[in-house]
């Protein structure tokens, strides 16, 4: 049985998902790189230091979290701290009133129905150990406070992701589960485009939120170890 702490995170393979598991894994995290192509996976976990390996999660497909918990379960018995990363669909230049409804499904399959059946697969092995920690990873334009328009399917999926944040908190309440969300802000990938901050920087958040001590805040909504308003 693995005695290091065991993390998984969700869209792993690239950006945000893979910095977070190299600085995971930078403090001694046994970690899972959750991807949909295996391939493409297992080359990005040779490229960290650490003990990294990548395990298939399709999060869009409906029975993968179960089967990936399945295997979890047997490996290791516990999970400490589950990253729902995997995200889709910065749809920047759409509108609500002229819905491209591919577009809102497929962000909605993955960027919350797919956090969803992550979360609930893998909830019993977060508290099997008493000290579990689920980040999900949202954004600013899922704050109603600030919410216009532009870019409808993913500012609504993330607003969605903050409200199922904020229920699977009271849901773990008493467990020793601590729920976040955590905006990394605006970060130089593949998904927000050059200009951004560092994807280091991006990632420290988000690593925050996976190391809060056990009295650490909980179904809150974080940038920078700051609260921002749902």
């Given at each position: 049985?693995?005695t290091?702490k065991v993390?998984?995170?969700?869209?792993?393979?690239?950006?945000?998902?893979?910095?977070?598991?190299?600085?995971?894994?930078?403090?001694?995290?046994?970690?899972?790189?959750?991807?949909?192509?295996?391939?493409?996976?297992?080359?990005?976990?040779?490229g960290?230091?650490?003990?990294?390996?990548?395990?298939?999660l399709?999060?869009?497909?409906?029975?993968?979290?179960?089967?990936?918990?399945?295997?979890?379960?047997?490996?290791?018995?516990?999970l400490?701290?589950l990253?729902?990363?995997?995200?889709i669909?910065?749809?920047?230049?759409?509108?609500?009133?002229r819905?491209?409804?591919?577009?809102?499904?497929?962000a909605?399959?993955?960027?919350?129905?797919?956090?969803?059946?992550?979360?609930?697969?893998?909830?019993?092995l977060?508290?099997?150990?008493?000290?579990?920690?689920?980040v999900?990873?949202?954004?600013?334009?899922?704050?109603?406070?600030?919410?216009?328009?532009?870019a409808?399917?993913?500012?609504?999926?993330?607003?969605?992701?903050?409200?199922?944040?904020?229920?699977?908190?009271?849901?773990?309440r008493?467990?020793?589960v601590?729920?976040?969300?955590?905006?990394p802000?605006?970060?130089?990938?593949?998904m927000?485009?050059?200009?951004?901050?560092?994807?280091?920087?991006?990632?420290?958040?988000i690593?925050?939120a996976?190391?809060?001590?056990d009295?650490?805040?909980?179904?809150?909504?974080?940038?920078?170890g700051?609260?921002?308003?749902w």
């Amino acid at each position: 049985m693995n005695t290091h702490k065991v993390a998984l995170v969700t869209g792993a393979n690239r950006g945000i998902g893979l910095e977070t598991g190299r600085q995971l894994a930078a403090l001694g995290f046994t970690v899972l790189l959750g991807v949909r192509d295996l391939a493409k996976g297992e080359a990005a976990a040779k490229g960290l230091d650490g003990d990294v390996e990548a395990i298939a999660l399709d999060v869009a497909a409906p029975d993968a979290a179960a089967s990936a918990a399945d295997d979890v379960q047997r490996r290791f018995g516990r999970l400490d701290v589950l990253i729902n990363n995997a995200a889709i669909h910065y749809d920047t230049g759409s509108r609500a009133l002229r819905p491209d409804w591919t577009v809102i499904i497929e962000a909605f399959e993955t960027n919350v129905f797919g956090a969803w059946r992550v979360a609930a697969a893998f909830a019993p092995l977060l508290g099997a150990g008493g000290h579990g920690r689920l980040v999900n990873v949202s954004s600013e334009g899922g704050s109603l406070a600030s919410m216009g328009a532009g870019a409808p399917a993913y500012s609504t999926s993330k607003a969605t992701l903050n409200a199922l944040t904020r229920v699977l908190a009271a849901e773990l309440r008493g467990s020793g589960v601590l729920v976040n969300a955590i905006c990394p802000g605006w970060v130089a990938t593949d998904m927000g485009g050059p200009g951004g901050r560092p994807v280091a920087q991006g990632a420290a958040g988000i690593v925050w939120a996976a190391t809060l001590p056990d009295d650490g805040p909980t179904g809150g909504f974080f940038r920078d170890g700051k609260r921002l308003p749902w």
